[in-house]
């Protein structure tokens, strides 16, 4: 498994796609922030974009990255390996992108405090406040993002396209949940 791993998935190109695609949302996250600065916003929405920032970024980095490079050479494979082998390299793909982020997710939701002051470290308390309220709130729902990219990703390639269309309704409502919540 290890040696399969190691030459279909940290071997080549998939390597720079990754870091490609891993470039696009804080580059977008930077053009948010120098328009709210220059036009003005408040204490809650500088809290609301830097908790929103630190819980998608890497629920949604993984999952662009997963569906965007490993899905893709999961379908080569499917030519070069035996249905065994491509469930085994699948699962294994799978943890390789799941386990980090959940832990990702558990430091969010346990020391959200710690990763708000190392974040923003001249962050006046009120926002600092909101930021850690919010995180709290936003954390679990955004290791969602993950779960649903992924999983729709999967539900694609084996052709169930019903289920895989309910998955971002079934994101918002997560997310629109924490957010109220």
Do not use: C, W
């Amino acid at each position: 498994m290890k040696r399969l791993l190691r030459k279909h998935l940290f071997e080549g190109d998939i390597l720079k796609l990754m870091g490609i695609v891993a470039l696009a949302k804080p580059l977008g996250m930077v053009v948010q922030m120098l328009l709210a600065n220059y036009f003005g916003a408040g204490e809650k929405y500088d809290a609301y974009a830097l908790a929103l920032f630190l819980v998608s970024y890497v629920g949604s980095v993984v999952g662009r990255v997963y569906t965007s490079v490993v899905i893709p050479y999961t379908i080569k494979l499917r030519r070069e390996l035996s249905e065994r082998d491509l469930f085994s390299f699948q699962n294994a793909a799978i943890l390789v992108f799941i386990v980090p982020t959940a832990l990702y997710t558990l430091l969010l939701m346990t020391q959200g405090d710690l990763v708000i002051r190392l974040a923003g470290p001249e962050l006046p308390q009120a926002t600092r406040g909101y930021a850690v309220d919010m995180l709290n709130a936003m954390a679990l729902p955004g290791m969602l993002l993950l779960l649903v990219a992924m999983l729709k990703a999967i539900l694609n390639i084996h052709d169930q396209y019903r289920l895989a269309t309910a998955m971002p309704v079934v994101n918002s409502m997560a997310m629109l949940v924490g957010v109220v919540a």
